[in-house]
């Protein structure tokens, strides 16, 4: 079935949240399993439109990531829990900070993961390459954040 441009992005955002996307090709093909016709040129436009970025995952593989969706958009635990699964390398606390490390070019995106899941236990994040500071409150503090944070990325 042939989509509306945003319908078809929509999907191609969700198919990489779901897999682990290496190229275009293999996108083609995830869109077509999933009943939406789309060639290699017009993938190459959404990746473009939703700005699509490639991020080396844990495993040495780069893989295409969507490091901002809509501030309005929260990302469900379960999302959450896989992002952070998938890319936490390392969790460290001092006071009410938690530093988070991950693969180098990939901090963006479980920075941007956690700024859309907004957790009442958390201010903000900053992120580097491979490294994200976030700022927990002080009624919670880093050493309970970087507990939750460990266990939701199976550290």
Not at 55 to 79: I, M, N, T, W
Not at 100 to 109: W, Y
Request: aromatic share 2%; with cysteine.
């Amino acid at each position: 079935m042939r989509l509306a441009k945003t319908q078809r992005q929509h999907r191609v955002i969700q198919i990489l949240e779901q897999n682990a996307v290496c190229n275009q090709s293999q996108l083609v093909k995830l869109l077509a399993d999933a009943g939406v016709e789309a060639t290699q040129a017009t993938v190459s436009r959404d990746l473009e439109d939703i700005g699509a970025v490639k991020v080396r995952a844990a495993g040495g593989d780069s893989v295409y990531a969507v490091p901002e969706l809509p501030k309005d958009r929260v990302a469900p635990e379960e999302h959450l829990r896989r992002v952070l699964g998938d890319w936490v390398v390392e969790v460290a606390v001092s006071a009410n900070l938690v530093v988070l490390r991950t693969p180098p070019g990939s901090a963006h995106v479980v920075a941007s993961a956690l700024d859309r899941a907004s957790l009442p236990e958390i201010v903000g994040t900053v992120a580097g390459d491979d490294t994200i500071m976030v700022v927990a409150t002080e009624r919670v503090g880093g050493s309970k954040l970087a507990r939750r944070l460990g266990h939701l990325a199976g550290l």
